[in-house]
């Protein structure tokens, strides 16, 4: 037995103090980061994501043109111009200090969303891939119920029992969408499990939350990291989509898909009111959407290495 253990493959070396720890980690993170810029779908999806951030940033700091609920009855449907960029809607509202607002409340909605879905798809898929058997069905026989729903009538359904709001909102696209991180997740792992570090570090009697941690978890990160970025853009999309339907958080709160319903009905007359948010809506789906594709490319080994 104690042949058997020596034979083991060694594990990968580690660096030996602090310093060198932190040093090959941020050395690992600047040459991603690098990698990321390389790509030209990253590239661009991070600039994106750059403008509409700090446009949200702008409104949380007062920077907007006009307060995003306040009314002008003097100056209703009035086009794009120097005193208002994006014009205004027929209560005389800014629209681009609406359009800010809204930014802010996807955004705060999405990363929400995903933070649910992507720790408990997360824990559900290692638990899974890792331990199988009962627990790997008992997960996944739950995972397909909720797939078997389309995600936007499972998110219909949530809100409509909890009630309007961009917190659950944010819950039932964190539910609707767990079954995809479940998925994602529990692949690598069955893969990881049977690798021979993991074999190694289970002859010589690691802890379970040892390997889990050490090894399992650090496997799929990278993994995790595109499907997070993915993942928002679907979020995203799900909120102004309850939103239009009216199921998001009530007038007068600046909602982007609340404000496209709304100037679908007046788009002949006023197409600025659909223009500008259907606009701020495709931006950030497409923002996420781009600096995922990148960051799976800068991921690649064999995209690295060219």
Same mark, same amino acid.
């Given at each position: ?15 030996? /103090? ?23 779908? =990253? ?11 700090? %446009?949200?940033?702008?409104?949380? @700091? ?73 627990? /790997? ?25 909890? =009630? ?30 049977? %690798? ?51 199921? =998001? ?11 496209? /319903? ?31 594709? =990148?960051?799976?490319? %800068?991921?690649?080994? @064999?995209?690295?290495?060219?």
């Amino acid at each position: 037995m104690a042949g058997s253990v020596t034979a083991s493959p060694p594990s990968p070396p580690s660096p030996t /103090s602090p310093l060198e720890v932190a040093a090959g980690t941020a050395a690992g993170r600047r040459g991603l980061a690098w990698r990321l810029w390389r790509q030209p779908s =990253g590239r661009t999806g991070l600039i994106i994501l750059a403008v509409m951030v700090l %446009a949200g940033l702008a409104s949380l @700091a007062g920077l907007a043109p006009d307060a995003p609920d306040a009314q002008n009855p003097s100056a209703t449907l009035r086009g794009p111009s120097a005193a208002h960029l994006f014009g205004t809607d027929q209560f005389g509202r800014d629209i681009l200090s609406r359009v800010m607002a809204g930014t802010v409340l996807s955004l705060q909605t999405a990363l929400l969303a995903v933070a649910i879905c992507a720790v408990v798809g997360t824990l559900g898929g290692v638990a899974a891939g890792y331990f199988g058997g009962a627990v /790997s069905w008992a997960v996944t026989s739950v995972a397909d119920l909720i797939f078997a729903v389309p995600s936007v009538l499972l998110a219909l359904a949530i809100v409509s029992g909890l =009630g309007p709001g961009w917190q659950n909102t944010a819950i039932a696209v964190g539910i609707s969408y767990t079954p995809i991180f479940i998925r994602v997740v529990r692949g690598p792992v069955l893969a990881i499990r049977q %690798a021979e570090y993991v074999k190694a570090a289970r002859v010589l009697g690691f802890s379970r939350s040892r390997i889990l941690f050490r090894h399992v978890l650090p496997g799929v990160g990278g993994i995790l990291a595109v499907q997070v970025t993915l993942a928002l853009g679907w979020a995203v999309l799900i909120e102004a989509s309850l939103d239009f339907l009216g199921l =998001g958080p009530p007038p007068p709160a600046a909602t982007l898909g609340l404000m496209v /319903s709304e100037g679908t009905n007046i788009a002949g007359i006023a197409w600025w009111n659909l223009a500008f948010p259907a606009v701020a809506v495709v931006l950030l789906v497409l923002g996420f959407t781009l600096t995922g594709d =990148g960051l799976r490319d %800068a991921l690649d080994p @064999a995209s690295s290495a060219s």
